[in-house]
């Protein structure tokens, strides 16, 4: 079993800057790759990034490229987004996932086993 933690979202104007943190615990073996995915309501939940535990191999979401970062710190079992130049489409809540297996690509909620309790992120002026 896999624990996740989300936090760090808030409330910041457009341009600002967020950092979500993700604390996991449990089975290392069970999160091969971790995720970020958001949602507003009456809208499909949408992978915003991923990083995989063992290579460090990263994906993200073209809305977001060159934006965020998704970072890793093993020592710690906690994973990063760094959010900067948010816009309002940004708003939402944002979710840390766990996956067994690794990501080769981008992928949907279906892959993620483990999944955090999410922290609301708001972009408004």
């Known amino acids: 079993q896999v624990q996740l933690v989300d936090s760090g979202g808030g409330s910041v104007q457009p341009g600002g800057s967020l950092r979500l943190s993700c604390a996991a615990s449990?089975?290392?073996?069970?999160?091969?790759?971790m995720g970020w995915f958001r949602q507003v309501p009456g809208k499909e939940r949408e992978a915003v990034a991923s990083?995989?535990?063992?290579?460090?191999?990263?994906f993200y979401a073209d809305s977001v490229k060159g934006r965020f970062t998704i970072s890793l710190d093993n020592a710690e079992n906690t994973v990063y987004l760094q959010m900067i130049n948010l816009k309002p489409e940004d708003t939402g809540m944002y979710y840390c996932?766990?996956?067994?297996?690794?990501?080769?690509?981008?992928?949907?909620?279906?892959?993620?086993?483990?999944w955090g309790q999410g922290t609301q992120v708001t972009v408004s002026s």
């Open positions: 996932a766990a996956a067994r297996n690794y990501c080769y690509r981008l992928l949907a909620g279906y892959w993620f086993n483990y």
């Open positions: 990083i995989n535990t063992g290579g460090g191999t990263i």
């Open positions: 449990g089975s290392t073996s069970s999160r091969n790759c």
